[in-house]
């Protein structure tokens, strides 16, 4: 298993920027965002493979983008156009063959 810590969050006001970030305490391949909103399920926002290929759900398409930088094994997500729906903890997952990690996550609050 792997130690997963983000950082990045806050309060922000709607139309405004974070940038999150998760570090972990080895390289992995595929590290992943998620999200959970207060009273709903955690729900999957990208991933992002070793090489760089990456992935999203269709409600943070064309707002948020996904990067890494192997060398610090750190992962990173720009959110941008931030709107008051994307107010949730954030949280870091790295894939396992028999289970899944996870971070204990950055709380993002925007405020319209």
């Known amino acids: 298993q792997v130690q997963l810590v983000e950082s990045g969050g806050g309060l922000v006001q709607a139309g405004g920027s974070l940038r999150l970030s998760c570090v972990a305490s080895?390289?992995?391949?595929?590290m992943d965002w998620y999200r959970q909103a207060p009273g709903k399920q955690r729900e999957w926002v990208a991933s992002i493979t070793e090489e760089g290929s990456s992935n999203y759900a269709d409600f943070v398409t064309g707002r948020f983008t996904i990067s890494r930088d192997n060398t610090k094994n750190t992962a990173y997500l720009q959110m941008n156009s931030l709107k008051p729906e994307d107010t949730a903890v954030y949280y870091c997952?790295?894939?396992?063959?028999?289970?899944?990690?996870w971070g204990r996550g950055t709380q993002v609050t925007v405020s319209s």
């Open positions: 080895r390289s992995v391949s595929m």
């Open positions: 997952n790295v894939p396992g063959p028999h289970r899944d990690s």
